[in-house]
């Protein structure tokens, strides 16, 4: 953020929406949050406009964290740390998983995370319970530690950040049908109604996946734009359904990886007129 302040003017996501056709000197940095995290909080107290994503039925007043942040967080506690055949994690195979310390990329990136993946619910709950236990796991991190709750939200709104939908489940939107998806966007809506009434109705895809009927249905819905995972900046040309970000991934406090990643990207510091 420091870095970041030196060189760009902060804005919330509407604000550069709204200001579209107006040329700056200086390039604008939205900073946004996936996920509803409470991490959103630390960029709030440090004076930086934020927009949030939250998903509505995963705020920090659910029950359950989104099942990624269980496994995520169920491979933070585990104490048993290697050994553990795959056989014992129902995968297909012989060979056993590797060390949780020595290779995380297998566990974050691999083949278990992608199998949890294609589970339904109920299967994804269990297995993850079986997990837990093979794993030799003690406690769980809930909701409320992870995301803002929805009058935090609120408060957030009031104060001129932006809340926006991600969906009710987090479920990639492409893999449902037209009923599933619609029902997926009416509950972002009824949480945007409730937290951020009479704002810009904004949104971010659930892993980044859409299509062409993801998109109708979303404008349909009343969504004037919405955000991607792909890289890059927002210029004249881009489509508003479609808007990059220069994701903060796997770079720790220190590592100068992702100034660098941004002062290269081309079009960051582009002075072309948006339209
Ligand atoms: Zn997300």
């Known amino acids: 953020m420091t870095w970041l302040r030196a060189r760009v003017q902060f804005a919330t996501l509407d604000e550069v ?83 949780i310390d020595e290779d995380l990329r ?58 926006g939908g991600h969906g009710e489940t987090h479920t990639r939107l492409t893999q449902l049908d037209d009923h599933a998806l619609s029902q997926e966007l009416l509950a972002s809506q009824a949480l945007l109604d409730e937290v951020a009434p009479a704002r810009m109705r904004l949104f971010c895809y659930p892993d980044g996946a859409h299509d062409a009927r993801v998109d109708e249905a979303k404008r349909r819905a009343g969504f004037v734009a919405a955000c991607t995972v792909e890289t890059g900046a927002f210029v004249g040309t881009t489509n508003t359904f479609a808007i990059p970000r220069m994701l903060m991934r796997d770079v720790l406090p220190g590592d100068s990886r992702w100034p660098l990643e941004l002062a290269s990207l081309p079009s960051l510091f582009d002075t072309e007129t948006p339209r």
């Open 106 to 163: 297998w566990w974050v990136r691999g083949p278990l995370k992608e199998h949890l993946q294609t589970l339904h619910d109920t299967e994804r709950t269990h297995a993850l319970d079986a997990l837990a236990k093979a794993l030799d796991v003690d406690g769980c991190t809930t909701a409320s530690e992870l995301y803002l709750t929805r009058s935090e939200l609120r408060e957030l709104s009031l104060a001129g950040h932006v809340v």
């Open 17 to 99: 929406l709204l200001a579209r056709g107006t040329s700056t000197s200086t390039p604008r940095c939205v900073v946004t949050f996936d996920d509803g995290y409470r991490d959103a909080l630390v960029a709030t107290r440090l004076g930086v406009p934020v927009t949030v994503f939250a998903v509505a039925a995963h705020t920090g007043d659910a029950s359950e964290p989104l099942w990624f942040d269980r496994y995520y967080d169920v491979l933070h506690r585990a104490r048993r740390r290697d050994g553990v055949s795959l056989c014992e994690l129902s995968l297909k195979g012989t060979a056993r998983a590797p060390s």
